[in-house]
């Protein structure tokens, strides 16, 4: 594969610090407590309207209402509440060194990312990082990811997406593309399998032999 596409959370970076405390900040607007932070951990991947509907059972209003109030946290601090994955920049290093182009493809806010990749010195390594829309039009992965082949040009068949989610496996079928499940982020080895991964990697290392073997 000659381009590869990575979502951000739980794939680049370990953002559960943040996302988590953004979360209980928002819910505890509508008054609901939050005890055990671990329980957050589902926001890690999709949207945050549809998490907050699904997961809560708010109406859209109200997602959106906590949509808003996740920013008033999120955006001074939350960002920042966050560490990148061990073994990440080597991986990027090799992956350049085999003349691999690389994408950032993430449901977060294509401003957000930007600002986390610049701040982890990360950023250095993608030719282009797109992302979600702030007014919520673009707003699920497999749009990102649409969004994403046709500002890169890059051709279907040769480019793959690197994911910890199902998001990122249905994104990529819906794209026509290949795609690479990893378990070092926050989905699990079923979810990913049901989703339909062509590869999972356990360890960053061997999603390494995988980017760079012909498995794919």
């Known amino acids: 594969?000659?381009?590869?596409?990575?979502?951000?959370?739980?794939?680049?970076?370990?953002?559960?610090?943040?996302?988590?405390?953004?979360?209980?900040?928002?819910?505890?607007?509508?008054?609901?407590?939050?005890?055990?932070?671990?329980?957050?951990?589902?926001?890690?991947?999709?949207p945050l309207i549809p998490a907050f509907m699904d997961f809560y059972g708010f109406s859209k209003e109200n997602a959106e209402k906590a949509l808003a109030y996740y920013r008033e946290y999120f955006a001074p601090k939350g960002i920042f509440e966050n560490a990148v994955i061990k073994g990440i920049p080597e991986l990027l290093v090799a992956l350049k060194e085999q003349g691999k182009h690389l994408f950032v493809a993430t449901s977060k806010p294509e401003e957000f990312a930007n600002q986390i990749l610049a701040h982890f010195a990360l950023d250095r390594f993608f030719d282009g990082i797109y992302g979600s829309t702030m007014d919520e039009t673009r707003n699920t992965k497999d749009a990102v990811i649409a969004y994403a082949l046709v500002e890169t040009g890059a051709a279907r068949e040769d480019t793959v997406m690197v994911g910890d989610r199902h998001h990122?496996?249905?994104?990529?079928?819906?794209?026509?593309?290949?795609?690479?499940?990893?378990?070092?982020?926050?989905?699990?080895?079923?979810?990913?399998?049901?989703?339909?991964?062509?590869?999972?990697?356990?360890?960053?290392?061997?999603?390494?032999?995988?980017?760079?073997g012909e498995e794919l």
């Open 1 to 46: 594969m000659k381009n590869i596409f990575f979502d951000l959370d739980g794939t680049l970076t370990d953002p559960a610090e943040g996302i988590t405390n953004s979360v209980a900040y928002a819910l505890s607007k509508f008054g609901i407590v939050v005890t055990d932070k671990s329980e957050l951990h589902r926001f890690i991947g999709p």
């Open 168 to 212: 990122d496996i249905d994104g990529a079928k819906k794209n026509a593309m290949k795609s690479v499940g990893v378990l070092f982020g926050y989905g699990s080895h079923e979810e990913l399998v049901q989703a339909g991964a062509d590869a999972i990697a356990e360890t960053v290392d061997e999603l390494q032999n995988i980017l760079i």
